[in-house]
């Protein structure tokens, strides 16, 4: 192994009952002046991607705990998910984006000036309601997928917005980079330095923005929130030993780092084409697969796969490759609960499996991936997604059933430490209310 084995946790542990450094303003309280406090939650959130939604509901969870009399409101992608989810008043993060018809023309015409002014209005309109803006956990601070007038300026809009009507902002758990385009950067960039707090899931997103000019001296670093979603009981699954288990493969509708750019296509063509080379190993060799997903339009990469698959062996029983939708970490916890080792891609798929204790190989499309893997002792066990060898992957995946008990052992302990560091993250919290 590449990575640290010792006990001791790389996260930050603050001493909780210190007053907040400058920088670290107190985050709510339950009242103020009479009335409740407002907290706002700001995030992708109830667009289909599960990670997203997950470190949501870890938020709200702990929220609804400890500040039962705040009153919450989630500014997100879709509103109308996130309240059917979560039970939760909503807001759009951008009015724009519902331009239809005439308006909609208009809008592109003026080159999206008109839209963007209306986004501004309505952000000031309702975030002066609001006392405290938290984003909970995610990759908010990177451009995966993202064009600077997307998300980079909608994140930039709201903080400026909270400044300006004296609320307050945290950054909470949150990851950060790579941000490519220059724009992007700078936008994130002022998003952050306008905050009030920042803690990040690991040390790399504290030091990628430390690169880009902020001053993350007083900044902490704490596990993914993720890890603090409750989990049912998950004992390892009963197998026939090393000679026949069921392998969880995440796979993803992966098409670049901007997806929306040329060779999109070819990159995910040859993603499902080593990968189908991979799952037939495994078929070939006696294990059966099931497949995991982390958004709802990873649907696309289950059907190229199995597809893929389908030419390969075509007499293949459908019990030998099993392929279940999720619609939540949950769902998708409960789904790795039945497999004994897991090879994924998507960041939270790999949480997942290992909050469960199970054995994981990465596939990354980012660095976060391989800082994880490294925190949980199984750097060696890392590739990235489009230069990864089909070969050297099937070398490790024997490596782990070699030792896939001593890997859980290490894996649960290490888990363990997440788990009290987020309740230290929480304690820190709090004391600064």
Known sequence: MTADDSSTSRFARPQIDAAPAPGQAGLASPTIRGRRARIALFGLFGCGNLGNDGSLEAMIEFLRHRRPD??????????????????????????????????????????????????????????????????????????????????????????????????????????????????????MTAAARMAHYRSYRDKQSKEFMESVGLDTGRDLIFPDIAFKLQASPNPPPVSAGAERLTVGVGVMSYYGWYGFARGGEAIFAAYIKKLAKFVVHLLDNGHDVRLLTGELTDKTAVDALVAELGRARPGLPSSRVIAEPSFSLHELMLQISAVDIVVATRFHNVVCALKLGRPTISLGYARKNDVLMEEMGLGALCQHVERFDVESLIEQFATVVRSREAYRRRITERVRQFEDDLDRQDAHLLTLV
């Open 70 to 187: 705040a009153e919450l409101v989630c500014i997100c992608d879709n509103p109308d998910e996130v309240t059917r989810k979560f039970g939760i008043a909503t807001r759009p993060i951008s009015w724009s984006r519902y331009l239809t018809g005439v308006a909609r023309k208009l809008d592109r015409l003026l080159l999206k000036i008109p839209g963007k002014m209306v986004d501004l209005a309505q952000t000031l309109r309702h975030i002066r309601k609001v006392d405290l803006v938290i984003v909970p956990g995610t990759g908010i601070l990177d451009d995966f997928g993202e064009r600077p007038y997307g998300m980079p300026f909608d994140i930039f809009r709201w903080c400026l917005g909270a400044r300006v009507v004296g609320a307050r902002v945290a950054l909470v758990s949150i990851g950060a980079g790579p941000i490519r385009h220059g724009l992007s950067r700078r936008l």
